[in-house]
C-alpha cells in the first residue's frame, strides 16, 4: 500500500506538474529528460528494490527462484538507477554543473555502492564457485550493506525533493502553501513509511524460521 501510495505521487508530481521540471533551455527532450528523473527514481529504483529485497518473504518457490528474482529485480533497479542519473546530466549544462549538491554527491554514491553490492551478491551467492561456508561469512555483510544503501537511496530521494522544492519556491514559482508542495511533502512522508515497511519486513523473523527455532527449543529441552 505504501509503495502504490508513493507511486501514485510521484506519477502525478511528474506528470501534472510538469511545467516545474521545465529546464533552462526550454527543449521538449530536455523535458522529458527531467520529468523521467524523478519517475526512474523513484518507481524504478526505490520501489523495484524494496521489492527485491523483500522477496524472500512475498515470493513462493525454491530458494533458487527466490535467489534469481531477487537478483534480476535488483539488475533492474539498477539499470533504473544509472539511466535516472544519465537523464539528470545529460542536459546542456553537463556533468560538471550538475554535480555541485549534496542530492547529486549522494546520488552518485548510492548507485555506486548499489552496483558493487549486486556484483558482490552474484559472485558470492549466485556463482557456483563459491563453497557455503564462504556464502554464510558473508551473508550478513550482504544483508547489511544492501539495507543501509537501501536507506541511503531513501535519504537521496529526499534530499532531492527539499532541494526541488526549495528551489521552486526561492524562485516564485511554487507558494509555500500549495497544492504541489503538499504533494511534495507528502511524497516525502511516504517514503519514509515505505522504508519503514521495508527495513521492519526485512528484519522481522520469517514465519517458518520461528517454528524451526521453536522445535529446536523444544526438543533440546526434551534432550536435557
Not at 9 to 38: G, N, R
Not at 137 to 150: A, E, I
Request: aromatic fraction near 12%.
Amino acid at each position: 500500500i505504501s509503495a502504490f501510495i508513493v507511486a501514485i505521487l510521484v506519477l502525478i508530481w511528474a506528470l501534472h506538474f510538469k511545467t516545474s521540471f521545465i529546464p533552462h533551455s526550454h527543449s521538449q527532450e530536455a523535458l522529458v529528460y527531467s520529468v523521467l528523473h524523478p519517475l526512474l527514481m523513484v518507481i524504478g529504483f526505490i520501489l523495484v528494490s524494496g521489492e527485491a529485497i523483500l522477496v524472500h518473504t512475498w515470493l513462493p518457490g525454491s530458494r533458487n527462484m527466490k535467489k534469481f528474482v531477487h537478483l534480476c529485480l535488483q539488475g533492474v533497479a539498477l539499470g533504473c538507477g544509472i539511466f535516472g542519473i544519465w537523464t539528470k546530466f545529460h542536459g546542456q549544462d553537463g556533468l560538471v554543473a550538475n554535480f555541485y549538491s549534496l542530492h547529486s554527491w549522494m546520488g552518485l554514491i548510492c548507485v555506486s555502492m548499489f552496483g558493487a553490492q549486486w556484483l558482490f551478491g552474484f559472485m558470492s551467492f549466485w556463482h557456483k564457485g563459491e563453497v557455503r561456508t564462504t556464502r554464510l561469512k558473508v551473508l550478513p555483510w550482504h544483508v547489511f550493506l544492501g539495507l543501509y544503501t537501501y536507506g541511503l537511496a531513501i535519504v537521496t530521494a529526499e534530499t532531492g525533493l527539499l532541494e526541488k522544492l526549495t528551489f521552486l519556491q526561492t524562485k516564485g514559482k511554487v507558494l509555500k502553501r500549495c497544492p504541489e508542495s503538499v504533494l511534495v511533502n507528502g511524497l516525502g512522508l511516504g517514503l519514509v513509511v515505505l522504508s519503514s515497511v521495508v527495513i521492519l519486513a526485512a528484519v522481522s523473523p520469517k514465519p517458518g524460521n520461528r517454528k524451526n527455532m521453536i522445535t529446536y527449543s523444544d526438543s533440546k529441552h526434551l534432550s536435557h
